[in-house]
């Protein structure tokens, strides 16, 4: 997740992390010495035919959804099934995180499905915003109970048994907070939840995001970002050209479009706890009276867009507004959820901010209605409202946070025995920290803890996950 919860990159290779910039989650690229093969334990596609609309008893339409199936550590035939919710973004296969170590430890068999709309599972040949209309985290969740009940069934077949295995769902930010809802609305499917990094309290105007970026930097860092902040504004007035030239962004028109894409590579060294490759040189520079503009830009090039596979185009109006379904269509279709569902506008915060105060609420907007036509705006007092934001009123839901992630204050972080919370506090605990390790970016296989500054703090929550889930799934036998 970065600014606006995700852009996600979509290319044979940087498909394969999820990173987010500008929307919610993702931006992803893969470590140079790490070959697909090695990150997933398996990419081999199988397809379930949903149904296009779950709210219409007329409307029996079809569509073929993605998902992936890893049963070599299913103790057959009563073990566990672990659910992997995919979220904003193509969904490549099953991922060699932490989820494998879990799998290993509790002889489950995984699946994951990939969310409508994103990567193979489009239902129409066009993103019209009329062919929008089925696109929200309510079908998405009708999506997982219909495959569910689906894959169990066929399992019993195999099986030959009538008793369903109990199941468990997992699910990192967007996804984490389906994770939760699920459980939510379909108690009687899941054992239990794992919410990572869940975003379930829809915010309007998120200045606590920013917020929380320089509390994490420091203040060396965070004076830092800020006088880069108002020398970028500046440079834009004297020589914009030169200035968008720096971040290789000049195909941005709009000034303000250019200013998101400079606060989200901020964003991505905390979000995924490599704040290091930002501040030290950061710091460095502003001490020796050296250009923070060309310091800031250098890292934008050399690690946000070279290692973690930001791009420009998902920052660019008329790239947005392209309705052709291509494999980098990703970056309309989450705008559509932040639009009409979710919002979480990363809108600068009224004092010392650490982006552009033309970032605000109308910006957003405008942003909408460019992309989806008039009238378009996220009710978040409604889904708030139909999911209980940070008051969710469920049971048997595992929260977990990194202190670093931004993300965090749209999370539920206080902690019930019923609905467990634990934050994860170290120097690079970033979002989704208890399954993909740190830093996030590249990918440790297994999700390993060795790379963070406090690898006792994630094991310790991870050794809370692992109680949690052994008591419900026995107490669901």
């Known amino acids: 997740m970065s600014s606006d919860l995700g852009f996600i990159l979509i290319t044979t290779v940087t498909a394969f992390l999820s990173y987010s910039t500008n929307a919610l989650l993702h931006s992803g690229s893969v470590s140079h010495d790490v070959s697909p093969r090695d990150y997933y334990l398996t990419t081999d596609a199988h397809w379930f035919n949903q149904t296009l609309d779950h709210y219409s008893p007329h409307d029996h339409r079809k569509f073929r959804q993605r998902y992936y199936e890893y049963l070599d550590n299913f103790r057959a035939p009563d073990g566990p099934v672990f659910m992997i919710i995919c979220g904003e973004g193509p969904c490549s296969g099953i991922a060699k995180d932490y989820m494998s170590v879990l799998a290993k430890k509790f002889e489950a068999g995984v699946v994951s499905l990939e969310h409508r709309y994103y990567g193979k599972s489009y239902p129409f040949n066009s993103l019209a915003t009329e062919n929008l209309r089925y696109l929200s985290s309510k079908q998405a969740l009708f999506d997982l109970a219909a495959f569910r009940q689906h894959y169990q069934a066929t399992l019993n077949v195999k099986l030959n048994r009538s008793s369903d295995n109990p199941w468990f769902f997992f699910g990192v930010s967007y996804p984490g ?65 030169a200035v968008k030239a720096l971040f290789n962004a000049t195909e941005l028109h709009v000034d303000v479009d250019f200013l998101y894409l400079t606060a989200d590579a901020a964003v991505m060294a905390f979000q995924y706890g490599n704040s290091d490759k930002l501040c030290v040189p950061l710091v460095k520079a502003k001490k ?55 919002a979480y506008f990363q809108v600068a915060p009224a004092n010392n901010s650490l982006r552009s105060q033309q970032i605000n609420t109308e910006y ?55 609905l467990p919370s634990y934050i994860m506090d170290c120097h690079n605990c970033g979002h989704g920290t208890d399954l993909r390790g740190c830093p996030q970016s590249p990918m440790v296989i297994e999700g390993k803890s060795n790379n963070c500054s406090s690898p006792d703090v994630v094991n310790k929550v991870r050794q809370q996950m692992v109680e949690h889930i052994d008591l419900w799934l026995s107490e669901c036998r």
């Open 177 to 241: 907070a389906l994770s939760a809802w699920f459980r939510l609305k379909f108690p009687h499917l899941t054992c239990g939840s794992l919410a990572s990094s869940a975003v379930v309290h829809a915010v309007y105007d998120f200045s606590a995001f920013d917020q929380q970026i320089g509390e994490s930097a420091g203040q060396e860092c965070k004076d830092a970002l800020e006088e880069t902040n108002k020398l970028l504004e500046l440079g834009l007035k004297v020589n914009r050209k």
């Open 364 to 418: 957003h907007l405008d942003l909408c209605k460019s992309l989806f036509g008039k009238g378009t705006y996220p009710d978040v007092d409604a889904t708030n409202l139909y999911y209980g934001g940070h008051k969710i009123a469920a049971t048997k839901i595992i929260f977990t946070n990194g202190s670093q992630d931004p993300w965090r204050h749209a999370s539920k972080q206080t902690s019930s025995p019923e």
């Open 288 to 342: 020796n009276g050296s250009d923070l503009v060309e310091t800031y830009s250098k890292y934008v090039r050399d690690h946000c867009m070279k290692v973690w596979g930001l791009h420009v185009r998902p920052y660019n109006r008329k790239h947005l507004r392209n309705t052709v379904v291509t494999a980098d269509s990703t970056y309309r279709i989450w705008w559509f959820q932040v639009c009409t569902e979710l």
